[in-house]
């Protein structure tokens, strides 16, 4: 890929990763050692690597599956879904021009949160 790629966090999904920062810091603080947080956030981090080196990293979720409200909020025309650990889902869409590509974290969300999100339902 020619083109540089620049990874976004936006409104809740930056919210999200600098509150999961902020906690971590403070675990590093006390001493703790490989917490869920501390493991969620090497993921995340791990990913955006991934995603940083190729931005078609994810699945790809289809157009008729698209939430609402990410076609309203971020005229979001593409979304591709990151696995995390212990089932945690990182949400994404790539929009490009002609200089870079910018891949815009919309979510960062758990598993139950997913589920609620694209209306899937416990049989």
Known sequence: MNKPVRV???DGAD???KKLNEIV????????ENTEEMQL?????QKID?????PFY???????LIPKEY???YDAKNLW???LTNYWKMLYTIKGDQVEIICFVLDIIDHKGYDKKFGYRKR
């Open 71 to 73: 076609i309203v909020r």
């Open 25 to 32: 810091g403070q675990q590093i603080k006390e001493s703790k």
């Open 58 to 64: 994810g699945d790809n979720i289809s157009k008729a």
């Open 15 to 17: 919210s999200e990763y």
């Open 41 to 45: 956030l090497r993921s995340i981090r």
């Open 50 to 54: 991934f995603v940083k080196a190729n």
């Open 8 to 10: 976004i966090f936006l």
């Open 81 to 83: 879904r990151v696995e």
